[in-house]
C-alpha cells in the first residue's frame, strides 16, 4: 500500500492543525506541535495521528464541514485505504518510520463540527478492532516514530511491515 503526504499539520494546542511546509518529526511528534489535553493526546505511543484524505471526503459527503487538519491530524494522506491499515502496520513516509498504534476514540473536542462527528468516525465495531465497519479509520490511526527526520508534503508513505 503506497501513496503520498498531502499535507503535514500543526497547532500550538487544539484544532484545527494549520499546514507547514515542512516537518522535523522526532519520537515525541512534529516539532512545533502542541496539544490542548496533554494527558490525554501525545506522547510517544501518540505522537502523530494521520487521516486520509479520501475519509475526509466520506465525512464531508455527510454534511461534515471539514478540511485537512481540521480533525487534528498531523499528516494529512492520499491513496492509502483507510480500510486496510491496521495497528501494528510500519510506514515509511519520507525521512522517517513509523508504526500505527492504535485508533482514535471520539473526543467531545470535534464537536465544534457538529454533535454526530464522533458518531460518524466511531460505532462499538471500531472500540471492539472490527474493521469490517464503514467508519474505520475515518477518526485517524495513532502512530510512534520509529526513526525521526524531516518530512515534507508530496513525500510517499508506503506500507513496509505488518508487526504481529
Avoid at 39 to 48: E, R, S, T, V
Amino acid at each position: 500500500m503506497t501513496g503520498s503526504i498531502i499535507q503535514i499539520n500543526i497547532s500550538p494546542g487544539g484544532i484545527p492543525k494549520r499546514p507547514i511546509p515542512e516537518a522535523t518529526v522526532t519520537a515525541e511528534g512534529i516539532l512545533g506541535d502542541h496539544w490542548a489535553h496533554p494527558d490525554i493526546h501525545g506522547g510517544p505511543n501518540q505522537a502523530l495521528l494521520l487521516i486520509t484524505s479520501e475519509g475526509i471526503e466520506e465525512l464531508i459527503a455527510q454534511g461534515h464541514p471539514l478540511f485537512p487538519g481540521a480533525l487534528g491530524e498531523n499528516l494529512t494522506t492520499a491513496g492509502l485505504d483507510r480500510r486496510r491499515m491496521r495497528v501494528g502496520q510500519r510506514y515509511r513516509a519520507g525521512g522517517i518510520f513509523l508504526e500505527l498504534t492504535k485508533l482514535r476514540a471520539p473526543c467531545t473536542t470535534l464537536d465544534v463540527y457538529g454533535p454526530s462527528i464522533n458518531r460518524a468516525v466511531y460505532d462499538a465495531q471500531v472500540k471492539a478492532g472490527d474493521p469490517s465497519t464503514p467508519r474505520w479509520g475515518l477518526g485517524g490511526f495513532y502512530a510512534r516514530v520509529l526513526r525521526a527526520g524531516t518530512l515534507r508534503p508530496q513525500d510517499i508513505i508506503e506500507l513496509i511491515d505488518q508487526v504481529v
